[in-house]
């Protein structure tokens, strides 16, 4: 039987590297990714942060080009070059015409087999980093994330930035690069995939050739992380505003269930969402507000972020418990309807953009190892009903969530979190 124009075509190298197409036979350009499993959720203490600097560095030179060359090469052919690493996993992306999607497959290998990380280039990069590290530091809401995960998780590296510490990107040598790598990209890590109109079964053997003398390696792993909760709040100085985020821990990528996903676009996605149309729309106690559940390889959170006036924070406090316990007390038939639709057209638009729809693939390939597609996501989702997702609010109601406040706080910042959330945090252990 032919294979379906549009389905995914998958193959398995004999060193464990896994390669992915998803056909788009409707677009003129391709995407070429390679994820590697492997984020700062991977990484020791001492080297947090290593992976983005990985990430930085494999750009600045291979055995065959110097970083001019490799500019060069991407340049010349129209490509937009990325890369990101996150928690659970890194990625590095070319994108542009879809002839060239074999040649992008070439570039991608030479990246990140054969890097050389010269000494004088990561010294250079080294001072773009820090740069980064300083922008990092003033946004107050990724403070407050910060805050929040080590609240949630306590020691565990998942707990840890993608963008690492400080400390340690100053003082990381090549050789520890290279060791990095040498252990982590390997064939039993590592997915490359493409999106686009090619020819899939010509992509994968350019895939097999450029990929085929990775080594094989072993997967990685991650002890899984126990939740803490609890509040962690920081004053900085020159904010204007109070950042919130509160949250709760929900099911890793591998147990397939969208039902915190659902939960979040019912309670936060859109106007209408009973956090904005409460908190906003009738009481006008932020400016800001959104609801997320951050799903990863190995564990989840289900977050709400808000920002508001530092005046107005004791009532943000105060509002948001009985909000929840709404949700728990009932789910309402419209608000339902309507967080599906919303879930089944984020997914749709998804898979009309390649990057995205890549990443995706990537991440179910290496939690679930199948690539689901929006028809089967969807009717999970239609088949989660308004008693699974009470259930979900009151499971939250009743676990001890965790917070990250930051920015102008006023005094006794964590006892008046405590005291305003209420019964939505554990409460601290007696003197």
Known sequence: MPRAATAPVQTTLPNGVRALVLPMPERQTAAVSVFVRCGS??????????????????????????AARINLDAESLGAEVNAHTDKD??????????????????????????????????????????????????????????????????????????????ANVERLAREDLQRWVGAHFTGANLIVAAAGPMDADAWLREAERAFGAAPAGTPAQLAAPVWGGGVRTRQLAGSSQSHLVLGWPVPPLAADDPTAELAAVLFGEGMSAPLMAELRETRGLVYYAACAADVLDGSGSWV?????????????????????????????????????????????????????????????????????????????????????????????????????????????????VQAGLGGLLPQPLAQ
């Open 89 to 166: 996993h890194s990625a590095f992306h070319l994108h542009g015409l879809a002839a060239d999607a074999t040649r992008f497959v070439q570039l991608l290998a030479d990246l990140l087999l054969a890097p050389t990380f010269p000494a004088d280039e990561l010294e250079r990069e080294r001072q773009v980093l820090l740069q980064e590290f300083a922008e990092d530091e003033d946004d107050p809401m990724a403070t407050a994330y910060r805050l929040f995960d080590h609240a949630a998780w306590g020691s565990h590296p998942v707990a840890q930035p993608a963008i690492g510490r400080r």
């Open 304 to 416: 709400v972020e808000a920002s508001c006036a530092p005046q107005r924070l004791d009532e943000l406090l105060a509002a948001l418990p009985p909000l929840l316990q709404a949700q728990a007390d009932r789910i309402d038939a419209q608000a339902l309807a309507r967080a599906r639709r919303q879930l089944a057209v984020r997914w749709l638009r998804q898979d009309e953009r390649p990057a995205r729809r890549l990443e995706a693939a990537a991440l179910d390939l290496f939690a679930l190892g199948r690539v689901r597609g929006s028809a089967e996501r969807i009717a999970r989702a239609e088949a989660v009903d308004a008693a699974a997702l009470a259930g979900h609010f009151a499971r939250m109601v009743d676990t001890g969530g965790a917070a990250g406040l930051s920015g102008q706080l006023g005094r006794h910042a964590t006892a008046r």
């Open 41 to 66: 959720q991977h990484e020791p203490r001492v080297l947090n942060g290593i992976g983005h600097v990985v990430e930085h560095m494999v750009f600045k030179g291979t055995r065959t080009r110097d």
